[in-house]
Every structure is written in structure tokens, then in C-alpha cells.
Nanobody, 123 residues
Framework: QVQLVESGGGLVQAGGSLRLSCAAS????????MGWFRQAPGKEREFVAG????????YVTDSLKARFTISRDNAKNTIDLQMNNLKPEDTAVYYC????????????????WGQGTQVTVSS
């Protein structure tokens, strides 16, 4: 069973940076896509970024790509999300996701979720 454990969240002032990390375990990761989602209070969970485990191809949602970067370390089985120039609207619980795919309607389908880590950006 896949286990995903996020770390690195916290409280930061606007303009600051945080680096989230997700430690993945439970099986050998190969031909899969990992990613990060976030959920702000009162809002639906939304896709933030994804990365292929093999090859390291990345995708960051358009509105965040100037500030957020996703990376992975295959040897350590970790997925990181570097977040720069943070804004109060980035405040959310950030979730690591494994085995990311999309259904016929284009909605994300996730095989496993982490427990989430809180990011709070003060103005």
C-alpha cells in the first residue's frame, strides 16, 4: 500500500518561500505520475503540479508556474514543491498525490493521497 507523508508546511509572510516535501513508500515507483494538489477553506481541491517518475517531465498549473516548481529525487523517493513569492491566496492544505491520471471528462483521478500539510501565508 502506498504511503505518502508530506512535510515542510507552516506559516510564512507574503513574499516568502516554502519547500514542501513528500516521502513516498510502500512499493517500487516506476511508470507513474506524482503531484501536488491544494485545498483552500471553502474551496474544492485543485491541481497544482505534476511530475513523471521516469523522465521527470513536469507540469505546473498556468497561474502558478512563475512561482512554483516541482521536482523529484528517485533515489530518496521524494517529491518536492518549491513555492516562491507566496501570496495570502496560496493559503491551503497541500496534498501529495500518487498515480495521477485523468478520466474521460478531464477530471484528475488519484490513486493515493497524503494526509496534507498546512501552508498559511500572512499579509
Amino acid at each position: 500500500q502506498v504511503q505518502l507523508v508530506e512535510s515542510g508546511g507552516g506559516l510564512v509572510q507574503a513574499g516568502g518561500s516554502l519547500r514542501l516535501s513528500c516521502a513516498a513508500s510502500g512499493r517500487t515507483f516506476s511508470n507513474t505520475v506524482m503531484g501536488w494538489f491544494r485545498q483552500a477553506p471553502g474551496k474544492e481541491r485543485e491541481f497544482v503540479a505534476g511530475i513523471t517518475w521516469i523522465g521527470g517531465s513536469t507540469y505546473v498549473t498556468d497561474s502558478l508556474k512563475a512561482r512554483f516548481t516541482i521536482s523529484r529525487d528517485n533515489a530518496k523517493n521524494t517529491i518536492d514543491l518549491q513555492m516562491n513569492n507566496l501570496k495570502p491566496e496560496d493559503t491551503a492544505v497541500y496534498y501529495c498525490a500518487a498515480d495521477l491520471n485523468y478520466d474521460g471528462s478531464g477530471s484528475p483521478v488519484v490513486g493515493s493521497w497524503g494526509q496534507g500539510t498546512q501552508v498559511t501565508v500572512s499579509s
